[in-house]
């Protein structure tokens, strides 16, 4: 699956990153991370400044599919 970034200006696709399952959820961090809950239990965290994949837990949560994030 894809997680796709979009600029608010012009409305085209900046950059676009292959994520290792289906996104159930997504929110923006403070520091300009953007994180997505994946249905397979995985969580990818993208780095939206240097428009690059920072990390991808593959196995964060077992059990139902959570639908909503937040971060402190």
């Known amino acids: 699956m894809k997680v796709n970034i979009w600029s608010k200006q012009t409305l085209g696709l900046i950059e676009n990153f292959e994520v290792p399952g289906?996104?159930?959820s997504m929110c923006i961090a403070s520091n300009d991370q953007i994180v997505a809950g994946l249905i397979n239990g995985g969580i990818a965290i993208i780095d939206a400044v240097k428009l690059?994949?920072?990390r991808v837990l593959e196995r964060a949560?077992?059990?139902t599919v959570v639908s909503c994030i937040s971060l402190r």
């Open 61 to 63: 949560h077992t059990g």
């Open 22 to 24: 289906e996104v159930a």
């Open 52 to 54: 690059q994949m920072s």
